[in-house]
Nanobody, 119 residues
Framework: QVQLQESGPGLVKPAQTLSVTCTVS??????????WSWIRQTPGKGLEWIGA???????VYNPSLKSRTSISRDTSKNQFTLHLSSLTPEDTAVYYC???????????WGKGTLVTVSS
């Protein structure tokens, strides 16, 4: 079955760049026509979609985070990675990765990894 597992640093300092990696098993991230998304949930707020990388390697981002976000992938390891720069404490959240069928929604999710931004 499809499984996703996030791995991240746990604690990062303000102004630094966060890198969180999602390792996928049971499905290739290059399979047509799936996307692979990053989503976060901040304390007191709902889920916020951050961006996605497509099976082709193209990327799409939430306009509100686009200037600070990039998503890359390593197809040899079946992984994709979120990079979020210029961190502030407001970026403290649980970060999730998910398989994204776009109009049909996100059907497989990782368990999430808590990232705290604090000095």
């Amino acid at each position: 079955q499809v499984q996703l597992q996030e791995s991240g640093p746990g604690l990062v300092k303000p102004a630094q760049t966060l890198s969180v990696t999602c390792t996928v098993s049971g499905w290739s991230i290059t399979t047509n026509f799936y996307y692979w998304s990053w989503i976060r949930q901040t304390p007191g707020k709902g889920l916020e979609w951050i961006g996605a990388i497509a099976y082709s390697g193209n990327t799409v981002y939430n306009p509100s985070l686009k200037s600070r976000t990039s998503i890359s992938r390593d197809t040899s390891k079946n992984q994709f990675t979120l990079h979020l720069s210029s961190l502030t404490p407001e970026d403290t959240a649980v970060y999730y990765c998910a398989r994204d069928q776009r109009r049909d929604g996100m059907d497989y999710w990782g368990k999430g990894t808590l990232v705290t931004v604090s000095s």
